[in-house]
């Protein structure tokens, strides 16, 4: 319930099964999860990504078990004493949110079905064209031959937060919310999945050349791609070319309410950045969307080197977030 991505921290309706009992015991179990977390030291984030990435290994639709919950566990940062009871527990307050859930919406494996259907013909008709657009941009119409994944499962999950989305880019996987329309005729779903494809390339790729200690083609004096704020970059890049291509009909990039519908809530240097300096609305100079904004006008959009323009976009957000801190 404390995730980055809850509804209630992002002022959404929160999360309730129909029946008011079992929704409350559902918010009792989560509770206890969250506390526990706390109490070993345990990051919940990294938890809650870990144990996502092992159900993920496991199969599709694998049983979670307290093997599962201890190993994430012990990625996670928990101390190998006690990590079973603390697995256990985890689990019994898993187990009984899954079951509340099932009672709730015993029809949910078939409602899926019928939900992701819509995502998957609107992504499979757009998706891989938007992709070689964006993959061309940024590497200046000559990405690598290994950028893209060859094959990634998309994983359609109960929508929980009215919109969510993530990965494991070591899975090659990505799980997103099976909502029946669009949240926003702006921003239309199956880019929210475009998204996250392009940051599994992202992650991929600069954890490769991490490892290896060698350099992203293009980056010149740039020694720490990882560091780069890809993850906001990348926000206006889609919304350009898919407008662009006709894709979607934008007189203006909805940066703004891709930012607003939770689009770079896992991102580190996102979260930690001010959403606005002054008065909220669109249109606002001091707004992070704003920001992104200019920087696509004025570099990003022309850049030659799309990590050399993020480089220069580092340093309009570092001045965004100083002047906010003064």
Wanted: include cysteine.
């Amino acid at each position: 319930m404390n995730h980055p991505a809850s509804p209630v921290r992002h002022g959404r309706a929160k999360f309730s099964l129909k029946d008011p009992v079992a929704s409350r015991a559902f918010v009792k179990e989560s509770q206890q999860m969250t506390d526990r977390l706390i109490s070993t030291a345990v990051d919940e984030n990294l938890f809650w990504e870990q144990l996502s990435d092992e159900l993920v290994s496991a199969g599709s639709d694998a049983p979670l078990t307290p093997a599962l919950c201890e190993i994430a566990l012990l990625r996670s940062g928990h101390s190998q004493l006690q990590s079973e009871q603390t697995a256990a527990a985890i689990h019994r307050s898993l187990d009984s949110c899954r079951r509340l859930l099932a009672g709730d919406q015993p029809r949910l494996a078939d409602q899926l079905r019928l939900r992701y259907a819509p995502l998957k013909q609107t992504y499979e008709a757009y998706g891989p064209g938007l992709l070689r657009l964006i993959g061309n941009q940024i590497w200046s119409g000559d990405p690598p031959t290994n950028w893209w994944p060859n094959r990634v499962t998309v994983h359609a999950v109960q929508p929980l937060q009215t919109g969510a989305a993530g990965r494991s880019t070591y899975q090659s996987s990505v799980w997103i919310e099976a909502v029946l329309t669009d949240i926003s005729p702006e921003v239309p779903e199956w880019l929210r999945l475009v998204y996250q494809l392009t940051q599994m390339a992202i992650d991929s790729h600069t954890r490769t050349h991490a490892l290896s200690g060698g350099e992203v083609k293009n980056l010149g004096e740039l020694k720490t791609p990882t560091e780069l704020p890809w993850s906001l970059g990348i926000i206006p890049l889609i919304f350009d070319r898919a407008s662009e291509a006709g894709m979607i009909a934008a007189p203006t990039l909805p940066i703004a309410t891709a930012i607003d519908l939770g689009w770079t809530l896992e991102d580190a240097v996102a979260t930690q950045l001010p959403r606005t300096l002054g008065g909220a609305g669109e249109g606002n100079p001091d707004d992070l969307s704003s920001v992104l904004q200019r920087w696509w006008c004025d570099v990003g959009r022309t850049s030659h080197a799309f990590p050399i323009a993020l480089k220069d976009l580092s340093a309009r957000l570092a001045e965004f977030t100083h002047t906010g801190t003064r």
